[in-house]
């Protein structure tokens, strides 16, 4: 068997206090290096709330939920910021850039932010990633001004940028046209094929779906199938 | 460049109206805080100096002389024991061992200058004129320095032989003397002395340049017949605000009475401390303000963030250096806005001093901009900007990334 990048075993999230809503129940999900999943299911069915975990913005209600072989229930905050800091990267449906940044300066945020200050190493390192997206040449534009495919690939990059072993992705073709979906959709394909970075895609295409290596269904807050696609 | 530096500035300059707003109104509020501390500040040391352009920081004197009382046991059968007792009248005396007072009162770490004067009644005569004056007997080379009274001369210069004498301007146009003239001295015991005028002073005090005749501390002796003597020993200290706790400590160690000018002055002291009071008033209401506004506007913005501040908690920005960030907004706000205030303090109080003049051009309100006013503006800006921004800081700081990133 070889590492686990993200484990969880029985893992139960719930919400509220008086009246307790159940979101998630007894998830039991291993995602290994290289890996590229699919996390399918209807809306409602906890698929933001498993992403949350996943990529450590929350904490299970119970159960256990290991990155890179860490228990986070022995983290404080701090260390559960940092450890997500270094090993999740995101890549969102609405992109999420900073508007205030250049496309350059949101692709080197992760990297400054886990050494403190903006360095120009940095920098050229972001350059790098842009032009593994290809944009290279609009490094230095405000986001704004890129298209709706553009920006989610300085988000791609931004993601990518310090080689998290854990790359999340809600829906990151769910707003661009069926072409332009399909080339961001290739990108992050290639990237894992490159790398031993997994990738998890939660997603509302079949057709998208069908072309990772292993499809997890959630419904209702449990996974009711975990599938490896043969291609 | 520290990552939380670099989002500060960046979120500052992506708002760049919210921005230039917030700085220009601190920068009002330092331009109204210099421009008042400036003017109040001049206001207030012309007034002091005017003050003290004629008296020393504190007077030490010999006590007063008191009705010694026979008592009535002791009285021979045929004395009639008054049963009022009369407070008897003040005559020129000296104080006694004055030269080693002196040295102790110098020896003080407080007292910088300490200078012997004595002074008592007289007249001066010239012709069939004659003016009842004050006559002070001085040591010119220190008393200047406790009552610079060398800056106020209109012609000539301090006596510094036994037969010379300095008055007051309205003296000598009173007399029609001028420098060089002759001027009759005479006690109130009737001695008389004859003296040449060596300068003329005009301190601003009517009262004084009517009446005050300086002359060098033996003539005085003996004109006032107290040789030997002096009737009191002048004062500078050091911290012109301490004057009266000294006073009261070297009176205390000395016996004798110790006045300071805040004592003499005390209702110019109660006016100039109700003045500090209002201008600190308005000041800390212009604080308020400017506080408010830079509180506000970050609010808006930490709201208006609210995504943007997820997605950098999501790629591991601490809590910590969220708040910085913010902090780092606020204490920027603060510093470009007392740059500008205080170049527009400056500016305003400069024109107003140029502007308001009397009819010899001369300022009629005196403004006194100095480095420490500026300082103190620039650092009460920034801290204003620095404590404004800790609450929508810590907001900031607290927010759920996981909720902040699903805000639209």
């Avoid at chain 2, 005017?50 to 009382?69: C, I």
């Avoid at chain 2, 910088?112 to 004050?134: C, E, L, Q």
């Avoid at chain 2, 000539?156 to 000598?172: K, M, V």
């Avoid at chain 2, 007399?175 to 001695?191: H, I, M, N, S």
């Amino acid at each position: 068997m070889t590492d686990a990048v993200i484990e969880l075993r029985g893992v139960t999230k719930d919400f509220g206090e008086d009246v307790v809503t159940r979101v998630l129940e007894g998830i039991d999900l291993r995602i290994e290096a290289g890996e590229f999943t699919a996390l399918v299911g209807p809306s409602g069915s906890g698929k933001s709330t498993l992403l949350n975990l996943l990529g450590l913005l929350d904490r299970p209600t119970a159960g256990i939920l290991r990155v890179l072989g860490r228990d986070i229930a022995e983290l404080d905050d701090a260390e559960l910021t940092a450890l997500r800091g270094r090993s999740i990267g995101f890549v969102f449906q609405f992109h999420h850039l900073l508007p205030a940044l250049t496309a350059v300066q949101n692709v080197l945020l992760p990297l400054a932010i886990g050494d403190g200050h903006v360095t120009a190493a940095h920098r050229e390192a972001a350059l790098e990633g842009l032009r593994a997206v290809g944009l290279a040449d609009r490094a230095d534009e405000r986001t704004t001004r890129l298209s709706g495919g553009q920006q989610q690939r300085v988000a791609i990059a931004r993601a990518l940028i310090n080689r998290p072993p854990l790359v999340l992705a809600d829906e990151p073709t769910g707003n661009l046209d069926t072409a332009t979906a399909d080339e961001v959709f290739e990108l992050l394909r290639s990237f894992n094929r490159r790398s031993k970075m997994a990738f998890l895609i939660v997603t509302h295409s079949p057709e998208l779906a069908a072309r990772c290596d292993r499809i997890v269904t959630l419904v209702d807050g449990r996974i009711v199938e975990d599938r490896a696609i043969e291609h | 460049m520290p990552i939380a530096v670099f989002i500060a500035l960046q979120f500052l300059r992506e708002g760049k109206t919210a921005s230039s707003l917030v700085i220009a109104a601190v920068g009002v509020g330092v331009t109204v805080i210099v421009f008042l501390s400036a003017l109040i500040g001049g206001l207030q040391q012309s007034l002091i100096d005017k003050t003290l352009g004629t008296q020393a920081h504190v007077v030490v004197r010999p006590p007063e002389e008191v009705p010694r009382l026979l008592r009535a046991d002791d009285a021979p059968a045929d004395t009639i024991v008054a049963s009022r007792v009369q407070r008897p009248a003040q005559r020129v005396r000296s104080i006694v061992g004055w030269q080693r007072t002196m040295v102790e009162l110098a020896a003080d770490p407080e007292v910088s200058v300490v200078t012997p004067v004595v002074s008592g009644p007289g007249f001066a005569v010239r012709g069939t004129a004659s003016k009842s004056v004050n006559v002070l007997g001085i040591e010119p080379s220190s008393y200047v320095r406790v009552v610079a009274i060398d800056d106020r001369l209109v012609a000539g210069r301090l006596p510094d032989s036994g037969a010379e004498a300095a008055i007051g301007s309205e003296l000598a146009a009173d007399l029609g003397v001028e420098v060089g003239d002759k001027l009759r001295l005479q006690a109130d015991d009737g001695r008389t002395a004859l003296f040449t005028v060596s300068g003329v002073f005009r301190l601003g005090n009517r009262e004084v340049d009517e009446r005050w005749v300086l002359l060098t501390l033996r003539s005085g002796q003996t004109l006032l017949d107290l040789v030997g003597g002096v009737s009191s020993l002048e004062l500078r200290v050091r911290e012109l605000f301490d004057a009266e706790t000294t006073a009261l400590r070297l009176g205390a160690a000395t016996g004798l009475v110790a006045q300071s000018w805040m004592n003499t002055n005390s209702e110019l002291l109660t006016a100039l401390r109700s003045q500090s009071a209002s201008s600190l008033l308005i000041q800390a209401f212009v604080v308020l303000a400017v506080t408010i506004g830079i509180a506000s506007v970050l609010v808006v913005s930490v709201v208006q963030k609210r995504r943007e501040i997820g997605i950098l908690r999501a790629m591991g920005m601490s809590r910590g250096r969220i708040v910085l960030v913010f902090m780092v907004q606020g204490g920027v706000l603060g510093m470009l806005g007392s740059i500008v205030g205080v170049a527009a303090g400056v500016a305003v109080a400069m024109a107003f001093r140029g502007a308001v003049v009397d009819a010899r051009g001369a300022p009629l309100f005196p403004i006194s901009v100095e480095l420490p006013l500026i300082l103190t503006a620039a650092a009460t800006a920034i801290t204003t900007g620095l404590v404004a921004a800790v609450l929508p800081a810590i907001r900031a700081g607290r927010l759920d990334p996981a909720v902040a990133i699903r805000h639209d």
